[in-house]
Structures are given as C-alpha cells and as structure tokens.
C-alpha cells in the first residue's frame, strides 16, 4: 500500500535518475575482449583459465556501428585475451576503417611476422601494442615462452614499410623480476626509430583470481625493495622530462611510487570510471567493472538504452564503493579516473591530494 510519504521517495527517485542520466556522459573508452583464449601462461595473469562460448563477426560490426552512430569518432581498443587468435580479426579492423573508427590492438607478439603486419596495416589498425617486460629471458621467463623477447625485438627492428601506417609501442609492467632491466629496454627503445611510444603499467591483481586486498603479499612478483623502485620511478621521470618515448604521465609514474608501498592506495578515493569506461566481454555482456556486476548485454538490443539504465547505475553505484585496488584505475584507465577524482589537479603530483581522500 503507498503512502504519501512513498510517493514522494519514489517521485524523488525518478527526479535523481532523471538528473543523473542528463549528467551521465556518454561512454569515452570502449573496451573489447574480443576473446579470452589464449595460448601462453604468464605468471601474472590467469585471464586464458576463462571459457565458454565466444562471439563471431556479426555482434561485433553492429557493435561498432551503433557505437559511431552514437559517439561520433572514437577509439576501438581490442584487447584479450590474444586478439590475433581471433579468426575474423582483419574484417572486424576494416569495418571500424571504413567507419573512421581508430583502433588499437595490444598483444604478446608471439604469432607476428611479416605477412600478418602487412594484412594488419591493410586493414587499417591504427596502434599495435607489444607486450615486452624485458629483453633478456627475463620475459620468456614472466611469459613462459622460450624465445619470445628474441622474436619482439625482431619484430621491432624489422617493423616494416608495409606495415609502416601502424604505430607501434610498447607495454611493460614494471615487477620485481624485470625492476633492473627497465633502463635497459628503454636505451633500446630510444634508438628503435619504428617505436613510438613505451607505456609502463605497475603489477597489479589480476582479473581472473578471487579480488583481495592482501593480495600482493602472496605474490612473488611483488617488489620489496623500495629504494630501488623510487631510483628507478625518477629516473625515469627525468628520461620522460628529456623528451624520452615515455606515455605515462609524470603524475602517474609518481603515483606508483605511493602505490607500491601501499596498492590499496585507490580504496581512499572513489573509484568513478563507471561514468567512462564502456568494457565489452567475449560472450557480449558488458560493464564499467564485471567485478562489480554486469551493465547489460549486446543481445538485449541498444547499448545506448542500456548505459543509462537501473542496472548500469547500480554497477556505478557498488563501483564508486568499492574498497578494492586493481588495474583499471592504477594503471589501464589512471588518466582519466584521476581527472574525475582530483580535477585539474591531476597533472600536477599532489602528495596530499593523494594520500587523503
């Protein structure tokens, strides 16, 4: 039975929805794990321990036809998994070229080689990202595949013309096991005229285990010599000041000096990329965090419809409360959550901005 009292609860709700879809952005980062198979078992990732039914072509170019309709031009970031196993890989990048939808792809490289660059550059892919932790065996060790930092550098070194439209960078997560070989691959990369960009990531928890804030004291990939990771941080921060081929930002780089003496950093701060970030799973569902619950799903119809609905908002809502740390705001999505959470203090480094929440 209502009352008067309910009516005005519930007339107050549909105000604060109303309210809060016109202030809800539309997504600005689109995220795709077009699958999760794959054929190595890194150390610090279990994400090929997955299974189920995976998505075929069509679900994916309607996809990105509904999403350019919707936001205009906007990046495509195909991620895994191993994207290249991904039979209808090169039809899915020309549909997005076709659309002036830009792409990125990141893999671990291993089934590069000449032809298959040259039928990525011809399908359009914008940006190709290499995973690469070191030069040495340090890495096939991290990915447990014999030869494989070898076969990258190759890669690099021989980026050829006809693959000469993509931009190439590198992703490295800075662990205890590849902490005094990052100056190194940066010497290497400074004089690789065919890479654009290095892109450093801090060893985070990992999706696919159960989330716990103990987690890195369980792990022996953790560094436990600060002073080595603070000399390093900076000195990178100077290389990047240089004009070095670092992306990260300096606040970030920064930031991770905070983080590795305490990676539950981000549970003082609200974890706000539910208004952003837009990840698509191999079987179609999708979410900001699938940690913190599904948003909807690609055969339930409009994504549009389903970003601003009751379910999306509660998944925003456990979001903005959670009181765990993982990748998304530490290191895949730091810009832009941190631009929610500090404003326009966010490019300039902040201890207290920081530590308090």
């Keep these: 039975m209502s009352t008067p009292f309910s009516e005005l609860h519930a007339g107050l709700d549909r105000l604060r929805r109303l309210v809060e879809r016109e202030e809800l952005p539309p997504p600005a980062i689109i995220d795709a794990q077009l699958t999760l198979r794959c054929f190595m078992r890194c150390r610090y990732c279990r994400i090929w321990t997955f299974e189920g039914e995976e998505l075929g072509f069509e679900p994916w170019r309607d996809l990105v036809t509904e999403l350019r309709a919707w936001l205009g031009p906007f990046q495509f970031i195909i991620s895994g998994g191993e994207p290249l196993l991904v039979p209808y890989l090169t039809e899915l990048l020309e549909h997005c070229r076709d659309l002036g939808v830009q792409t990125s792809l990141t893999t671990n490289g291993r089934l ?13 892919l914008g940006t190709l990202v290499l995973s690469l932790d070191a030069l040495s065996p340090t890495h096939d060790q ?6 494989l930092a ?9 980026f050829g013309t006809s693959s000469e439209r993509i931009k190439l ?13 990052i ?3 940066l010497d290497w990369a400074e004089g690789c005229e065919e890479l654009t960009a290095v892109l450093f990531q801090a060893l985070a928890q990992p999706f ?4 716990r804030q103990d987690w890195y004291l369980h792990n022996d990939l953790w560094p436990d010599d600060l002073e080595a990771v603070d000399g390093l941080l900076d000195r990178v921060v100077r290389r990047q000041a240089a004009g070095g081929k670092i992306e990260n930002e300096r606040f970030q780089l920064e930031f991770y000096k905070l983080y590795f003496r305490d990676p539950n950093q981000f549970v003082r701060h609200r974890c706000n990329l539910g208004r952003v970030l837009l990840k698509i799973s191999n079987q179609g569902q999708f979410s900001a965090c699938f940690h913190m619950g599904v948003m909807g799903d690609l055969a339930r119809g409009s994504v549009r419809e389903q970003w601003y609905s009751r379910q999306a908002d509660e998944v925003r809502r456990r979001m903005r409360r959670c009181d765990l740390s993982c990748n998304l705001p530490v290191n895949c999505n730091f810009k832009e959550n941190a631009a929610l959470v500090f ?6 480094f902040d201890r207290d901005a920081v530590e308090q929440p």
């Design 112 to 124: 590069l080689d000449d032809p298959l660059l040259e039928r990525l550059g011809r399908s359009g």
């Design 142 to 147: 991290l990915r447990d595949s014999p030869g």
């Design 150 to 158: 070898g076969h990258l550098r190759s890669v690099v070194e021989h």
């Design 169 to 181: 960078k590198i992703l490295s997560v800075i662990s205890r096991a590849n902490l005094g070989e």
């Design 183 to 185: 100056e190194t691959l």
């Design 208 to 211: 696919s285990t159960e989330f």
């Design 343 to 348: 404003g326009d203090r966010w490019r300039e």
